[in-house]
């Protein structure tokens, strides 16, 4: 019985709560069509800009969307083919090998300056870091001949 008049209690509260207190959605203004919500705008927003994303990951700063292949190189053994991808709206750059080609080294590297290596996978993309692309850049792939050593580059850029 004291259980019914507790539940019958809150359930009214609740009813006249609900009347009482005003929705904050009844008197927001309305969004237009275009309208983004700021948690929306910042989610959309690259981690990075510039000389801020040399070193960072391009896809964890969101660099990697609506990134362009800038050229591409194969090595002459086979192998995958290196892509060097550039994003405007981070003002970056970094090579790329699609899922598929396990241990396949290949590098993004800076003239007179740093060079970053990585392996291929057979079960996920890979990237390098990212370099700021006012910087002279070059993505290679090291030839496959059992010793390791020689690369194939793309141009400067």
């Known amino acids: 019985m004291v259980r019914v008049r507790i539940t019958t209690a809150v359930t009214a509260m609740?009813?006249?709560?609900?009347?009482v207190v005003p929705s904050v959605q009844a008197h927001a203004a309305p969004r237009s069509k275009t309208e983004v919500p700021a948690?929306?705008?910042?989610?959309?927003?690259?981690?990075?800009?510039?000389?801020?994303?040399?070193g960072k990951n391009p896809h964890s700063t969101k660099c990697d969307q609506g990134a362009k292949t800038l050229d591409r190189v194969k090595s002459a053994g086979g192998g995958p083919v290196v892509q060097l991808r550039v994003s405007s709206k981070c003002s970056a750059a970094w090579a790329y090998v699609p899922k598929g080609f396990d241990g396949f080294r290949f590098?993004?590297?800076?003239?007179?300056?740093?060079?970053?290596?990585?392996s291929a996978s057979f079960t996920r993309v890979m990237y390098t870091p990212m370099?700021?692309?006012?910087?002279?850049?070059?993505?290679?792939?090291?030839?496959?001949?059992?010793?390791?050593?020689?690369w194939a580059c793309t141009k400067w850029h």
């Open 107 to 118: 590098k993004l590297q800076v003239h007179k300056g740093v060079t970053y290596v990585e």
């Open 39 to 54: 948690q929306a705008q910042s989610l959309a927003a690259a981690g990075c800009k510039g000389s801020s994303c040399t």
């Open 14 to 19: 609740a009813a006249v709560g609900a009347l």
């Open 131 to 150: 370099v700021w692309s006012s910087y002279r850049y070059r993505a290679c792939v090291e030839h496959y001949d059992g010793v390791g050593g020689d």
